[in-house]
């Protein structure tokens, strides 16, 4: 399908080590992910980041790539005009809560804390970048994202779910027990968040529909966006992920590029020009 919208993940998929859009996934130097851009801007298909980054990251890397649109915090924020407009989804946030940011409301509720001393040496906060998210709880280690739902629902704040955004590198700066499976990122965030329903918001407010858009990701919460538009494309080293080939069964439009994260993305953004 050619395509008039991209919307993509960042981290571990439009670009590779430590953020890099000019390294591949074995650290090797190429232009193959800013050779595709290029084609994907003369084309005239719009380009919108989709990240768990906070907003404000969000719309600096869309002025760098020239993307026409930002998604922030795992599908909580929608902006467009260059960051000078913006959408909030609240999700299942409780209406008695009001306007109130969600991480206030967490705060107020002790939840995370109680959740990080649920699972001592297996999760701590995502030191120091989860210090500017105001929708979700940035957090890092090795859980079971249905056990801590469980967890959740059992105190009554079953309203939150803890979302698997990727695997990153160990370091001897966390707090986690050694374990020779990479350290994961969470999001812990109201239900109904998502960077589907972000795409889907966006898309209506476009004038376009699902057919018009490709996604592309390389983690488990990225399936969220697989109803949303025509086609996903997950890169190769999220296609490895522990749990992914069971769960891209059920995704009958998804596919896995047969490269990792910076030459993967390429791969995709190619077939969809």
């Known amino acids: 399908m050619a395509a008039r919208i991209v919307y993509t993940d960042l981290d571990g998929t439009m670009v590779g080590p430590r953020g890099s859009f000019w390294h591949t996934a074995g650290r090797e130097l190429t232009d193959g992910p800013a050779g595709a851009l290029l084609d994907l801007h003369r084309a005239g298909v719009a380009l919108v980041l989709v990240s768990g980054r906070t907003y404000e990251q969000v719309v600096e890397a869309a002025r760098i790539f020239a993307a026409d649109g930002a998604i922030a915090e795992l599908g909580a924020i929608i902006g467009w005009g260059s960051g000078r407009h913006t959408h909030r989804l609240r999700g299942e946030l409780p209406a008695g809560y009001g306007d109130r940011a969600p991480m206030d409301v967490m705060a107020e509720l002790g939840v995370v804390e109680d959740l990080v001393a649920a699972h001592p040496g297996r999760l701590e906060w995502h030191a120091p970048w989860h210090a500017t998210h105001h929708t979700d709880a940035l957090l890092r280690g090795r859980v079971d994202p249905l056990a801590a739902d469980a967890w959740l629902a059992e105190r009554g704040v079953g309203w939150l779910t803890l979302k698997d955004n990727g695997a990153i590198p160990a370091s001897s700066r966390f707090g986690l027990h050694d374990d020779p499976a990479p350290p994961r990122v969470y999001h812990l965030m109201p239900r109904g968040i998502s960077k589907g329903a972000a795409i889907a918001w966006d898309l209506e407010r476009r004038g376009l529909f699902p057919d018009d858009a490709v996604a592309i990701g390389d983690s488990l919460s ?28 059920a995704v009958p439009n998804a596919s896995v590029t047969a490269a990792a994260m910076g030459e993967g993305w390429a791969q995709a953004v190619r077939q969809s020009l």
């Open 222 to 249: 990225d399936l969220d966006m697989a109803p949303a538009v025509g086609r996903l494309w997950i890169t190769a080293n999220g296609g490895a992920v522990d749990g992914m080939a069971a769960a891209l069964a």
